[in-house]
């Protein structure tokens, strides 16, 4: 395969893998992993309220890694308020499970990285014995992408399995009681498996890369010695 061929790949890969460490931190930085419908049951039972008056008890929440907001409504009109999972919620939840989805992050995007300076790397044509090639590059792309992988199936598993949203909207709550009508992943969450679909190109690339295309080779015309020649 044409040198310069191989080094498109790895710039694309350099590229994307640059890409996918800036979508995991914007995911990491904005508070739109999940939206959801509330609805203020104490509320709404305090005055025996009938299908078209629910309106007036259901409110919004959305939240992310390290905080987010709600509207409230209980019959006196929408109260907003934020909120912040460290260092209070965060007690509320799965502590362990929701520390772990942050690590996994971190390591994805460090990994992402680590991919984008062996790319570099091989680009240059600098000599690295350890890992140096399409291996070392698919290697880095397995790991980052599964640890994106690993963190978007945690997080889904807290909101489905330890009612993480349900949690969060009752924080603080001493009077009314909230239940969750819906829920919904947000972008935040998308940026997330998009990186993780990143990676699983990295590596559909680093395949690419090691196929060997072959090349054409020029024939050397056959020289006829003769006897006459030799004597000349």
Same mark, same amino acid.
């Given at each position: 395969?044409? =040198?310069?061929? @191989?080094?498109?790949?790895?710039? #694309?890969?350099?590229?994307? %893998?640059?890409?996918?460490?800036?979508?995991? &931190? /914007?995911?990491?930085?904005?508070?739109?992993?999940?939206?959801?419908?509330?609805?203020?049951?104490?509320?709404?039972?305090?005055?025996?309220?009938?299908?078209?008056?629910?309106?007036?008890?259901?409110?919004?929440?959305?939240?992310?890694?390290? =905080?987010?907001? @709600?509207?409230?409504?209980?019959? #006196?009109?929408?109260?907003? %308020?934020?909120?912040?999972?460290?260092?209070? &919620? /965060?007690?509320?939840?799965?502590?362990?499970?929701?520390?772990?989805?942050?690590?996994?992050?971190?390591?994805?995007?460090?990994?992402?990285?680590?991919?984008?300076?062996?790319?570099?790397?091989?680009?240059?044509?600098?000599?690295?014995?350890?890992?140096?090639?399409?291996?070392?590059?698919?290697?880095?792309?397995?790991?980052?992408?599964?640890?994106?992988?690993?963190?978007?199936?945690?997080?889904?598993?807290?909101?489905?399995?330890?009612?993480?949203?349900?949690?969060?909207?009752?924080?603080?709550?001493?009077?009314?009681?909230?239940?969750?009508?819906?829920?919904?992943?947000?972008?935040?969450?998308?940026?997330?498996?998009?990186?993780?679909?990143?990676?699983?190109?990295?590596?559909?690339?680093?395949?690419?890369?090691?196929?060997?295309?072959?090349?054409?080779?020029?024939?050397?015309?056959?020289?006829?010695?003769?006897?006459?020649?030799?004597?000349?």
């Amino acid at each position: 395969m044409p =040198g310069c061929f @191989k080094q498109t790949l790895f710039a #694309l890969i350099a590229l994307l %893998s640059f890409a996918s460490f800036i979508l995991i &931190l /914007v995911a990491m930085g904005t508070q739109k992993w999940m939206t959801g419908k509330i609805l203020c049951k104490t509320g709404a039972e305090l005055v025996n309220a009938t299908d078209p008056e629910l309106v007036k008890f259901m409110g919004e929440i959305y939240y992310g890694l390290f =905080g987010g907001g @709600k509207m409230r409504q209980c019959g #006196l009109g929408g109260r907003r %308020s934020k909120f912040r999972i460290f260092p209070h &919620l /965060v007690k509320k939840l799965n502590t362990a499970l929701h520390v772990v989805i942050i690590l996994f992050l971190c390591v994805a995007f460090s990994f992402a990285l680590v991919s984008l300076g062996f790319c570099i790397l091989n680009i240059i044509k600098v000599p690295y014995r350890a890992i140096k090639g399409p291996a070392g590059i698919a290697l880095w792309n397995l790991i980052a992408g599964s640890f994106a992988v690993l963190a978007t199936t945690s997080f889904m598993a807290a909101v489905k399995w330890h009612n993480l949203t349900e949690r969060i909207a009752n924080f603080r709550e001493n009077v009314f009681q909230f239940v969750v009508l819906g829920e919904q992943y947000e972008y935040s969450f998308w940026l997330c498996v998009a990186s993780a679909t990143i990676h699983g190109v990295n590596l559909l690339l680093v395949a690419i890369s090691m196929i060997h295309f072959p090349t054409r080779k020029t024939k050397t015309e056959e020289v006829n010695v003769t006897a006459e020649d030799i004597m000349y």
